[in-house]
């Protein structure tokens, strides 16, 4: 990925020395063409064409900060009621997840989840074990969840 | 499109001043270590954030000043913030911090004393 986008700043450099104009619009004309010129020859690279990574990245920031809102309106519910009555608890999770830099998303991604929190990671990195506040009713829903995290991430990575 | 700048100004900040009360109150209400963190890594990333982003809302439309500074310190306080929260659940957990008396499942002991075993 990052040789494409290499290549990209390349070709669009590439554009500004035929044209003769060095300026911002120029540039970015050249970006254009050469994103075109590499979704032309996209077979020819290993991974995927990159805008396809990109568009995931956006997408995954969207869930965070879905989550995120979602998550707080769990937390108000559950303070401002007026009896105490979730039954928290310590579950285990087994993750396909194999790289450092995926399984530490997946855990903030977690933590930023309506009533969970990561506490601990297994020596081998197959399983989270994460606390719910109310372990009743949210566990199928939690991993039905995850599921969709665990692909968003991949997405990413692919 | 003032009135529209106004009111997002003054929803953002007021949001964010509500979501932080919220959060001290479940630190305060809420039995022990785990759900306190909950509400407290939570509520208070999403409260400090929001009061940022009206503040950032505010000096760009009445002073036209773009200060990239708050953007970063929304950004900094959503990547370090749910790290942190993980952070000081595990150096609870780890020092043997109980739970409260009336959560259901614990997984975690199991593995740790399988792992002892071993």
Redesign the interface.
Known sequence: MAFQILLNIVLAFLWMFIKVGFDPISFIKGYLFGLLVIFVFRRFFNSRFYLYRVWAFFKLTFIFLRELVMSNIAIVKIVLKPKLDMSPGIFALQTDLTKDWQITLLSSLITLTPGTLVIDVSEDNRTLFVHAMDIREVEDEISSIKQTFERAILEVSR | MTVIVNFLIGFFILAGAI?CL??T??VI????V??R???A???A??GVMSILLGTFLYFYSFEGHFNSRLILGIVFL??TS??S??LI??AA?NSGVK??D????????E?QKK?HEE
């Open positions: 979501l919220i959060a109150f479940g209400r809420l039995p022990d785990y759900t963190n909950h509400a890594s939570k509520a990333t999403l959503f990547m749910p790290i929260g993980h659940n595990r957990y739970l409260w009336r959560s259901v499942r614990d997984d975690l002991k593995y792992l």
